[in-house]
Structure formats: structure tokens, C-alpha cells
């Protein structure tokens, strides 16, 4: 059992070795792919310099032999900034790693919540490991802990959520704002 977690433990990191543009095609569940690994309730952690860097728990992680990929599902992952202190809190129905892309591509109501306070929503994101940015080609939307909600289709940001930005359509509700324009008027 040993051998097999540090097999998983150094796919899972060669998986974010390489770079990768676009998102991530998704592969069908079917029986096309070969399932070489499963693994139940489990925990992946990436370290560099002795201070831990992100932490991968799922209920189950399939290595997928021919492909080399690496599907988990549910995933809660935590990503840490300084001091090993965790930047964000990551979690989705369902994610997929690839060595090719050095990323990790996630969908199905995916959820960020920073340290920051923001909270972004989203129905898929992706972690670009050596570029420390998070991306989406879809609609995401993020919520301050002023209450300001904003949304926006294309979405990149660095994964200690110290900045963000939108591509397109973007919208959003600025209550401190409103509140400073209405005293303005009085």
C-alpha cells in the first residue's frame, strides 16, 4: 500500500510538470479508458523546500493508466501562500490532472473561498500549478465580505486571490458604492 500511495503521490506531481494553454478537454467515463488505480478517502500533498505548497483530498482518485491522467472526485483542495498558511479553499464535484498541462482542471459547482474574504462560484476553473493562476472560461461570479457581488464570463486571478479580473459581460451589484453616491445626494 506504501509503494502505491508514493506512485500516486509522484504521478499527481509529475502531472503538473508541464505547461498546458486552454482548458482541459474532458474525457468520457467510458470503458475506452483504463483504470490502472483506485483509491478511496485520500489525501495528496505537494511540499517544496519543506513547506507545504497545496493538499488534494477526494473521496476517490483514479489514476488512469493509458493517459496518464489522474481524475478525483469530489475534491476539496487547499492551496497554501506564505508561511504555509492557507490562501484559498478549493472544492468541486469533480477534478482531472494531466502531466501534460500542469494544471488541474475542475467542474461541477465549484467554489472558492479566499482568505481574503472573496468567495467565487463557478461551474468549472482550472489551477495552472507554475503559473500560480486560477482561470475559467465560464461564468464566475465572486462575492466580497462587503457584500459586493460582481460576474463576469472569462476569469483569471492568482491563487492567493491577491488580484482578479474579468474578460466580459461583467456585472455587479456595489453596495458600499450606492451607499456613498446616496449620502452624496443628501
Request: proline share 2%; charged share 30%.
Amino acid at each position: 500500500m506504501r509503494k502505491v500511495l508514493i506512485i500516486l503521490i509522484v504521478l499527481i506531481f509529475c502531472s503538473c510538470s508541464q505547461k498546458k494553454s486552454g482548458n482541459v478537454i474532458l474525457p468520457s467515463d467510458s470503458a475506452a479508458d483504463s483504470i490502472s488505480q483506485v483509491i478511496h478517502f485520500s489525501t495528496i500533498a505537494a511540499y517544496r523546500d519543506g513547506d507545504k505548497i497545496w493538499e488534494l483530498s477526494a473521496d476517490e482518485i483514479i489514476q488512469i493508466s493509458d493517459s496518464k491522467r489522474i481524475k478525483a472526485n469530489p475534491v476539496k483542495m487547499l492551496i497554501y501562500g506564505d508561511s504555509s498558511k492557507i490562501s484559498v479553499v478549493v472544492t468541486a464535484d469533480s477534478g482531472i490532472s494531466n502531466e501534460k498541462n500542469d494544471s488541474l482542471f475542475l467542474w461541477g459547482n465549484v467554489k472558492i473561498d479566499a482568505k481574503s474574504g472573496e468567495k467565487l462560484s463557478s461551474n468549472s476553473l482550472e489551477w495552472k500549478k507554475r503559473e500560480k493562476i486560477l482561470t475559467s472560461n465560464d461564468f464566475v461570479e465572486i462575492s466580497t465580505s462587503d457584500g459586493e457581488i460582481m460576474r463576469g464570463k472569462g476569469f483569471r486571478a492568482d491563487e492567493g486571490f491577491e488580484w482578479w479580473e474579468f474578460a466580459k459581460e461583467v456585472s455587479g451589484k456595489f453596495p458600499s458604492i450606492d451607499a456613498e453616491f446616496g449620502k452624496d445626494e443628501e
